[in-house]
């Protein structure tokens, strides 16, 4: 789905505000090719809206008022001033409508034009191209919805995953010491760690009751911090998916049940690419941990990972500890032990 030719290039000013506790700021408004952009005075891009996934709030009423689909939080209101933007955006979503399945014959042909306007995309938008567009503009909050249904998809085939009242503000500690939004431990399902989108890294238990260094795990989670900087998650999902799923991503806001079970079936089992010495020295280095017991969590001997071993940013320097003490027992027993 692309915006209209009329109106493309066309801008007008709104008021915008990233959150209900964020005070409204004057931004410019523009259509462009399948978004809207946000930008501040200066022409720097604030966000970017799907034209197919936008809401108003008050239909029929002045002046108009908008959110993304699924985020009513965020918000953009437009005034009369501004009449032709807000008759853009209608007809944006008029023309949307008008693509969506009919009875009888209206559903039919309407269908195939969105047949073809698919196969269109596909063979003039390279897949690669309509990946990176579709990930540039998918909201923090809707890849943090596709990974939690990622998780509740694994959690059905590896458990439940590990929590008690007494772990989860250590688990919430471990996972701000190491620069990670969500940490979740599973009894079983993943071999060691994975990383799925919306900032979720998924632990094996036994990397907790294991070990007697909290700095082993936490070894691991940052490897999951590197990975994801080398290859984003939502990427990942979506190459496997498709481009029909990308594109209904892009133009829905939404993946089929089907694409993240067969992706959750997959990321298990999928192997991980291999990350360099100097890749995972830097993040070590970065949150003041020391890469050897990690180094030999993976190789006992020491033989394969000499290079972390040998060139641990925190080698002879005073170590602050990962967790306290206390908390570290505490953690261990996060599945019963």
């Known amino acids: 789905m692309t915006a209209l030719k009329e109106y493309q290039r066309l801008e007008a000013l709104g008021l915008w505000r990233a959150s209900p506790d964020d005070q409204r700021r004057e931004v410019i408004v523009s259509i462009g090719d399948a978004t809207l952009t946000i930008s501040d005075a200066n022409g720097k891009a604030l966000t970017h809206w799907s034209l197919a996934a936008i809401e108003r709030i008050n ?13 009513a939080r965020e918000s953009l209101e437009i005034g009369d001033a501004e009449a032709p933007m807000i008759d853009a955006i209608n007809k944006v979503h008029q023309a949307i409508e008008r693509a969506r399945p009919r009875p009888g014959r209206l559903r039919l042909f309407a269908v195939l034009a969105t047949i073809g306007a698919v196969l269109g995309l596909l063979v003039f938008w390279l897949p690669g191209a309509l990946t990176r567009h579709t990930i540039f503009v998918v909201p923090e909050t809707k890849r943090q919805d596709i990974g939690q249904a990622l998780l509740t998809r694994i959690e ?94 892009l133009t829905t806001g939404d993946l089929t049940p089907a694409d993240l079970d067969r992706y959750a079936e997959q990321v298990l089992v ?27 969590a993976r190789d006992i001997t020491g033989e394969s990972v000499l290079g972390l071993i040998e060139a641990d940013p925190m080698a002879g320097r005073a170590l602050e500890s990962v967790l306290p003490d206390r908390d570290w027992v505490t953690l261990q027993n996060i599945c019963g032990g």
């Open 270 to 296: 999928a192997p991980r690419p291999a990350l360099t010495d100097e890749q995972l020295l830097s993040v070590f280095a970065q949150t003041a941990i020391p890469s050897t017991p990690y180094a030999y």
């Open 156 to 249: 059905r085939v590896a458990g439940p995953a590990c929590i008690t009242q007494q772990t989860e503000p250590v688990l919430a500690r471990l996972a701000e010491r190491t620069g990670i939004r969500k940490l979740v431990v599973l009894r079983a399902g993943v071999s060691f760690s994975l990383h799925l989108p919306g900032g979720i890294v998924v632990l094996n238990k036994a990397l907790i009751e294991d070990y007697d260094d909290p700095a082993v795990v936490a070894g691991f989670i940052l490897s999951e911090r590197v990975q994801v900087s080398q290859n984003d998650p939502l990427q990942d999902l979506l190459a496997r998916a498709g481009p029909i799923a990308t594109f209904r991503l």
């Open 59 to 71: 239909p029929g009423e002045r002046p108009a008022q908008y959110h993304p689909q699924g985020d």
